[in-house]
């Protein structure tokens, strides 16, 4: 199974902040990669797909980036409702696997 | 839209069988296009791919867990089910359901249930 490495496991920021988090495939995965947002309590909610692409109605301060191996999520200006765990997973093989999640807390 | 809501026991026995219903309800479990899955997120850690079901009776688990997991569906209930046979105390988790489904080359999981937390204890 591909492994997806997710950094940091957990970060510090403020709102207004830009950040990012990465997902890394142990092997080439092409653009098959998902993000997702996680609330205490909440259903996860899917934000990007094939690496990049917003789901309808998610803001423009989510971005996806990269392709083959290495992935990032940027939150370009931080929110209060960001406040969340965000996790990858890849689709590109059988069986999917997920990152092991960044819990995003408030500074 | 489509939404998805797990339920069943929260405590279940070492060496017991886990079982688990999803329903859905807003759209068809019968939808050609949708691969009806489980989830599961053991504390602290990362989540891991159970398997799916399509309505037609198609099923995929993760070899990891294949020996001992059977999903189902009933579509005259619109609900699908997880059995995960002689548990320990390793299948503690948060089980999540989910619809996979293809959009072009990429796979969505969306939507997902809140999720149960199911404990394996004496």
């Known amino acids: 199974a591909i492994q997806m490495t997710q950094s940091p496991s957990s970060l510090s920021a403020s709102v207004g902040d830009r950040v990012t988090i990465t997902c890394r495939a142990s092997?080439?995965?092409?653009?098959?990669l998902g993000w997702y947002q996680q609330k205490p309590g909440k259903a996860p909610k899917l934000l990007i797909y094939?690496?990049?692409s917003l789901q309808s109605g998610v803001p423009s301060r989510f971005s996806g980036s990269g392709s083959g191996t290495d992935f990032t999520l940027t939150i370009s200006s931080l929110q209060p409702e960001d406040f969340a765990t965000y996790f990858c997973?890849?689709?590109?093989?059988?069986?999917?696997?997920f990152g092991q999640g960044t819990k995003l807390e408030m500074k | 839209q489509v939404q998805l809501q797990e339920s069943g026991p929260g405590l279940v026995k070492p060496s017991e069988t886990l079982s688990l219903t999803c329903t859905v309800s807003?759209?068809?479990?019968?939808?050609?296009?949708?691969?009806w899955s489980w989830i599961r997120q053991p504390p602290g850690r990362g989540l891991e791919w159970i398997g799916y079901?399509?309505?037609?009776?198609?099923?995929y688990y993760n070899p990891s867990l294949k020996s001992r997991v059977t999903i189902s569906v009933d579509t005259s209930k619109s609900q699908f089910s997880l059995r995960v046979n002689s548990v320990t105390a390793a299948d503690t988790a948060v089980y999540y359901c989910?619809?996979?489904?293809?959009?072009?080359?990429?796979?969505?999981?969306?939507?997902w249930g809140q999720g149960t937390l199911v404990t394996v204890s004496s």
């Open positions: 997973v890849q689709d590109y093989s059988y069986p999917y696997t």
């Open positions: 094939a690496a990049s």
């Open positions: 092997q080439g995965i092409r653009n098959d």
């Open positions: 989910a619809r996979v489904s293809p959009h072009g080359d990429y796979v969505w999981f969306d939507p």
């Open positions: 807003g759209g068809s479990i019968s939808s050609a296009d949708s691969y």
């Open positions: 079901i399509h309505y037609s009776g198609t099923t």
